[in-house]
């Protein structure tokens, strides 16, 4: 009985020791990140080729995904969503120190014509949206449709 006991013990620790291992080996992303803070939902219909779904509220938990030298682009759906300077600012918070922020958003870049990735039904993609005149300045550098589509490579 004892001699059975240790035998599933030890087979239950060699079939965990994979996971393990593969968590350890897990990179960590380098170069341009580009991170969408939207819910998973609205990330999974509609968001930019190569970009990556980190949701709002799972920040502090999928930030160390990202190499702290890498330079990140934030965004979210257009320009009333605040969500990304949020973010922003909680990375720099973090030790990020290359981090901006694209306030047009998923809308803007789907409405240029972009690529992007997913069926794209949302009703909010349709909508043109425009930039609030702000009092206050962020600490937070902003980056345009264009100089992202430059940085991705995407137009020259």
Known sequence: MKRMKRSFLIIGLIALLPACWSDQKQEKRTG???VNVLEKELFDDC???G????????VDEL???IDKGAQVVIYCSNYQCTSSEFVAKQMRSQGFG????????????????LP?????????????????????????????TQELAKKMQVIS
């Open 98 to 113: 290359d981090v901006s922020v694209y306030e047009a958003g998923m809308a803007e870049w789907y409405q240029k014509g």
């Open 47 to 49: 968001h930019i080729k």
């Open 32 to 34: 341009l990140v580009v």
């Open 116 to 144: 992007v990735e997913g069926n794209c039904k949302k009703a909010y993609l349709k909508k043109t949206c425009s930039k609030f005149a702000e009092d206050d300045v962020s600490e937070i550098p902003v980056i345009s």
């Open 63 to 65: 930030a160390d995904t």
């Open 51 to 58: 970009s990556v779904n980190i949701p709002f509220e799972k």
